[in-house]
């Protein structure tokens, strides 16, 4: 409690639960009871804990310094929509940290066929998603049709220092959709030449998308010429 009156000076002791690193606080005064009442960081908002006499009991919210894939790594067959995919912003303790103003998340894979979706059809191609002021998590889908494990990586735009967040992938070939040659055509210079064996012909299993796929059991192909 702080003396009624004008006051021109008074001596405040914090005990604070967590750093407050180069903060500006701003004290709420009631008039009324002589008391403070809230204490407010910027932008961190309302901290307080509790306040009794002679001293104002503070625990600090620590700002985003991080943003972490909230669902696992999944498994995803080539050219089929990812289940959901939820990134969270967080402080360095693994707290979840709301935003305190609309957050633009850029979404990148090393895979040149990965694409990311806001909806669970695959409709609508987007290349980022937003964090709404006052909330932590964003949500998307991923499609990809190139068989392997990519890296996909969810970053702020423009950068305010977080760490990116990082997730690997795996990507499976699906079903076998058509048998192509491997092998280039004999045609010009490099026509056969009649009654001499061409050189080796190679044929191979794949998806739509033209990766390789295993077949499961030892498969017939038969061969014909017109």
């Known amino acids: 409690t702080l003396p009624s009156g004008n006051i021109t000076l008074a001596t405040i002791q914090l005990k604070a639960k967590a750093a407050i690193a ?8 009631d008039n009324t009871t002589n008391r403070i009442t809230d204490v407010i960081t910027s932008p961190m908002a309302h901290v307080l804990g509790t306040v009794t006499d002679g001293e104002v009991q503070i625990t600090a919210a620590a700002g985003v310094s991080k943003i972490v894939f909230l669902t696992a790594a ?3 067959t080539a050219g089929q929509v990812s289940a959901v995919m939820t ?3 967080q402080d360095s303790s693994s707290n979840a940290v709301n935003v305190t103003s609309n957050t633009t998340i850029s979404l990148f894979s ?3 066929s990965g694409k990311f979706y806001s909806d669970a059809a695959g409709s609508t191609q ?3 998603v937003t964090i709404s002021s006052g909330a932590s998590s964003a949500s998307f889908y991923y499609k ?3 068989v392997g494990t990519p890296t996909i990586r969810a970053a702020e735009s423009p950068s305010q220092g977080w760490t990116l967040a990082t997730q690997v992938e795996t990507v499976n070939a699906g079903a076998i959709s058509k048998l192509v040659f491997t092998t280039a055509a004999r045609i010009g210079a490099l026509s056969l030449t009649a009654g001499v064996v061409s050189g080796v012909m190679t044929i191979q299993t794949q998806n739509a998308y033209g990766s390789p796929v295993n077949v499961p059991s030892n498969t017939t192909v038969t061969l014909n010429s017109t």
């Not at 180069?22 to 005064?29: D, N, Q, R």
């Open 22 to 29: 180069s903060t500006p606080l701003t004290f709420v005064f």
């Open 74 to 76: 999944q498994s995803l």
């Open 87 to 89: 990134i969270q912003t």
């Open 110 to 112: 090393n895979s040149t």
């Open 126 to 128: 987007i290349t980022s």
């Open 144 to 146: 990809d049709t190139t």
